[in-house]
């Protein structure tokens, strides 16, 4: 039960207090997020070690903030990042993709509706990330053969692939977390397919939605990899000592490349020189350009620079570099969590002697306004980001089929499937010992993690990749800042001033108002953010209203995974930005309507499903 109290005191509002910074600093993508986490927990041990709170005569534990590293929905999770990252190397969903992919020149309509109840179902058991991943180049490829715009297709994929996520309590992150909220405060323990009929049923709505109604609400966007306009990547061209500018003005440099060539900045070790026409370029200077790749290699031979990444100039001459001697060609390589490039500088990238690889420049999808940093090699690359690389074709074609980096120029096939079979059998025991109630969820899918090494689906190094840490500390904060919640009363606080607030209203308006709430705050901050610190305040309003929690729970859990709003509300949304040409006004346009069908009828649908 919540405590009851009438007034906040100093801890609770301290509490509230650190919850609105937490989700301020969690918008703030210049900070890293498990930077951010690790200030929220260090101050919440560090405030209530010097600051005790007694509740009741006995004094609430530090270590209470501590506990979310050992949550059983954290196990969980976890375990099923590692799985899907096994069901994503093997290549064991690649069948059903191809399926719906093959269907497409047939009729393209019924294809679409093929394609999206097929991810839906999907993403039901299987994260988020490595579906689309693995749709990706299947979409590419298939806008390559129809000569239609991938941008028709692949932003209702990555909707279908959110909406289908709700549907089972594995489906996401955000679902395990409210489950296992609900049931650490003793108000029930959720079943896999308890969420399933309303999920269904609502769910089916959005997906005609996204069907016949998304593809016409956008433009069609020339998609970077097949189109010809190709991304704008920020790049570094160091001049040579023999080169052409060595000792040259830039208005010299810039005649030669007939002033296609946009300097943004110029660099002498650590000064920043005025881009005068007249200033003498030396050898060893770098100029900041941004274009396209071809333009950027163009402009390295006709100036005599390097263009390789900050860093990796000597990487790149030494003999002993894998790609050297073959035939060189670009690639554009996506992004993801897990991948070697996730959360590294690119002065840090070293692909070298592993992949045969060298980074060039770099892509970043940008929030409207968001300015270019002028030095690529000081980014932080974050999932849904493009770096250009160079090597040889043998060499992208092996990074590709190792199932660590996404490809997205159509170079390369798709990896072939390895050991799928086993690893599909293994996603199957985890999903029925848990559906059946044969163990838990978070012992099955660890079970299913050891299987999955013992069986060859993963190598050991593979799994702590596909744990990022950022996730990780993120989802403990949140289960931190809400136990900080529930221990200082300021939940059941918080849900007496809604109760308050809400005056007379019906139930199912109240149930409607917080699934509207959710829904805007996962757009904003993360969704698992939203949801554990929703779902305490939710059940302490069915409690104080002596109404069954479990559709205030619900509500909590189906709005926070409204995260269709911005491409900045899911981690699959910037990949889907990144790899199909969208633009902020397109999520705007095609998410919100969906938020708003979704809305309308989870608020008729829970109320009706639980007789209120």
Same mark, same amino acid.
């Given at each position: 039960m919540?405590?009851q109290?009438?007034t906040?005191?100093?801890?609770?509002?301290?509490?509230v207090?650190l919850?609105?910074l937490?989700?301020?600093?969690?918008?703030?993508?210049?900070?890293p997020?498990?930077?951010?986490?690790?200030?929220?927990?260090i101050?919440? !041990? +560090?405030?209530?070690?010097?600051f005790?709170?007694?509740?009741?005569?006995v004094?609430?534990?530090?270590?209470l903030?501590?506990?979310?590293f050992g949550?059983?929905?954290?196990?969980a999770?976890?375990?099923?990042?590692?799985i899907g990252k096994?069901?994503?190397?093997t290549g064991?969903?690649?069948?059903? $993709?191809?399926?719906?992919?093959?269907?497409?020149?047939?009729?393209?309509s019924?294809?679409?509706?093929?394609?999206?109840?097929? %991810?839906?179902?999907?993403s039901?058991?299987?994260?988020d990330?490595?579906?689309v991943v693995?749709?990706?180049?299947?979409?590419?490829?298939i806008?390559?053969?129809v000569?239609?715009?991938?941008?028709r /297709?692949?932003?209702?994929?990555g909707?279908?692939?959110?909406?289908?996520?709700m549907?089972?309590?594995?489906?996401?992150s955000?679902?395990?977390?409210v489950?296992?909220?609900?049931?650490d405060?003793?108000?029930?323990?959720?079943?896999?397919?308890?969420?399933?009929?309303p999920?269904l049923?609502?769910?089916?709505?959005?997906?005609l939605?996204?069907?016949?109604?998304?593809?016409r609400? &956008?433009?069609?966007?020339?998609?970077?990899m097949?189109?010809?306009h190709?991304?704008? /990547?920020?790049?570094r061209l160091?001049?040579?000592e023999?080169? /052409?500018?060595?000792?040259?003005?830039l208005?010299?440099?810039?005649?030669?490349?007939?002033?296609?060539?946009r300097?943004?900045?110029?660099?002498?070790?650590?000064?920043?020189?005025?881009?005068?026409?007249? %200033?003498?370029?030396?050898?060893g200077?770098?100029?900041?350009?941004? =274009?396209?790749?071809?333009n950027l290699?163009?402009?390295?031979?006709?100036?005599?620079?390097?263009?390789?990444?900050?860093?990796?100039?000597?990487?790149?001459?030494?003999?002993? /570099?894998p790609?050297?001697?073959?035939?060189?060609?670009l690639?554009?390589?996506?992004?993801?969590?897990?991948?070697p490039?996730?959360?590294?500088?690119?002065?840090?990238?070293?692909? @070298?002697?592993?992949?045969g690889?060298?980074? &060039?420049?770099?892509?970043q999808?940008?929030?409207?306004?968001?300015?270019?940093?002028? =030095?690529?090699?000081? +980014?932080s690359l974050?999932?849904?980001d493009?770096?250009?690389?160079?090597?040889?074709?043998?060499a992208?074609? $092996?990074?590709?089929?190792r199932?660590?980096m996404?490809v997205?120029d159509?170079?390369?096939?798709l990896p072939?499937a390895?050991?799928?079979?086993?690893?599909?059998?293994?996603? +199957?025991?985890?999903v029925a010992a848990a559906?059946?109630?044969l163990?838990?969820?978070?012992?099955?899918?660890?079970?299913?993690?050891?299987?999955?090494?013992? &069986?060859?689906?993963?190598a050991?190094?593979?799994?702590?990749?596909?744990?990022? !840490?950022a996730?990780?500390?993120?989802?403990?904060?949140?289960?931190?800042? @809400?136990k900080?919640l529930v221990?200082?009363?300021m939940?059941?606080?918080?849900?007496?001033?809604?109760?308050?607030?809400?005056?007379g209203?019906?139930?199912?308006?109240?149930?409607?108002?917080?699934?509207?709430?959710?829904? +805007?705050?996962?757009?904003?901050?993360?969704n698992?953010?939203?949801a554990v610190?929703g779902?305490?305040?939710?059940?302490? %309003?069915?409690q104080?209203l002596?109404?069954?929690?479990?559709?205030?729970?619900?509500?909590?859990?189906f709005g926070?995974n409204?995260?269709f709003?911005?491409?900045?509300?899911?981690?699959?949304?910037l990949?889907?930005?990144?790899?199909?040409?969208?633009r902020?006004?397109d999520?705007?346009?095609a998410?919100?309507?969906?938020?708003?069908i979704l809305?309308v009828?989870?608020?008729i649908?829970?109320?009706?499903?639980? @007789?209120?």
């Amino acid at each position: 039960m919540l405590t009851q109290t009438t007034t906040p005191d100093a801890h609770g509002i301290a509490v509230v207090v650190l919850i609105v910074l937490a989700l301020i600093l969690f918008t703030r993508d210049r900070l890293p997020l498990e930077s951010s986490s690790l200030v929220v927990i260090i101050v919440l !041990v +560090v405030g209530f070690h010097l600051f005790p709170y007694e509740v009741d005569g006995v004094v609430v534990d530090p270590a209470l903030f501590l506990l979310g590293f050992g949550n059983q929905a954290l196990v969980a999770i976890c375990s099923l990042l590692i799985i899907g990252k096994a069901l994503e190397t093997t290549g064991a969903l690649q069948p059903v $993709a191809r399926f719906a992919g093959d269907q497409w020149s047939k009729r393209p309509s019924v294809a679409l509706l093929l394609m999206l109840v097929v %991810v839906f179902v999907m993403s039901a058991f299987v994260n988020d990330t490595p579906i689309v991943v693995l749709m990706i180049p299947i979409l590419v490829g298939i806008a390559l053969r129809v000569k239609l715009p991938a941008s028709r /297709f692949m932003l209702p994929m990555g909707l279908a692939t959110i909406m289908g996520g709700m549907s089972t309590t594995i489906g996401t992150s955000t679902n395990l977390l409210v489950v296992g909220i609900t049931r650490d405060m003793g108000v029930a323990d959720i079943g896999m397919f308890d969420i399933t009929l309303p999920a269904l049923i609502v769910g089916g709505v959005g997906l005609l939605y996204v069907w016949l109604v998304v593809p016409r609400l &956008l433009p069609d966007r020339e998609t970077p990899m097949t189109g010809t306009h190709p991304r704008l /990547f920020d790049a570094r061209l160091t001049v040579c000592e023999d080169g /052409f500018a060595a000792g040259k003005t830039l208005k010299d440099v810039l005649d030669k490349t007939q002033h296609e060539m946009r300097v943004e900045q110029i660099r002498r070790g650590e000064s920043v020189l005025a881009k005068f026409p007249s %200033v003498v370029l030396q050898p060893g200077d770098h100029l900041y350009v941004t =274009d396209a790749p071809e333009n950027l290699k163009r402009f390295e031979m006709a100036i005599g620079a390097t263009l390789y990444g900050p860093g990796h100039e000597a990487e790149a001459e030494s003999p002993e /570099f894998p790609g050297r001697e073959s035939q060189q060609q670009l690639a554009e390589i996506v992004v993801t969590i897990g991948s070697p490039l996730y959360r590294k500088k690119l002065a840090d990238v070293s692909l @070298g002697p592993a992949f045969g690889l060298i980074p &060039l420049a770099v892509y970043q999808a940008r929030a409207p306004g968001e300015r270019a940093a002028k =030095d690529p090699g000081s +980014v932080s690359l974050r999932a849904g980001d493009v770096v250009l690389m160079q090597g040889g074709r043998q060499a992208i074609e $092996a990074a590709q089929s190792r199932g660590k980096m996404l490809v997205v120029d159509g170079m390369s096939g798709l990896p072939k499937a390895h050991r799928a079979k086993r690893a599909l059998l293994v996603l +199957v025991l985890v999903v029925a010992a848990a559906a059946f109630g044969l163990l838990p969820i978070a012992t099955s899918a660890l079970i299913g993690v050891g299987l999955m090494i013992a &069986l060859g689906c993963i190598a050991w190094r593979d799994v702590g990749r596909s744990l990022p !840490v950022a996730v990780i500390m993120l989802i403990v904060a949140s289960l931190a800042m @809400g136990k900080a919640l529930v221990a200082t009363g300021m939940a059941a606080f918080l849900a007496g001033g809604f109760v308050s607030a809400a005056g007379g209203l019906p139930t199912p308006v109240i149930i409607s108002a917080f699934i509207l709430i959710m829904a +805007v705050l996962t757009n904003i901050v993360s969704n698992n953010a939203a949801a554990v610190i929703g779902t305490p305040i939710a059940i302490g %309003v069915a409690q104080q209203l002596g109404i069954d929690p479990m559709p205030f729970v619900l509500a909590v859990l189906f709005g926070a995974n409204m995260s269709f709003a911005t491409p900045f509300g899911y981690q699959t949304n910037l990949l889907i930005l990144s790899t199909g040409g969208y633009r902020f006004t397109d999520f705007l346009k095609a998410g919100v309507p969906l938020i708003l069908i979704l809305w309308v009828g989870f608020s008729i649908v829970l109320p009706l499903l639980y @007789g209120l």
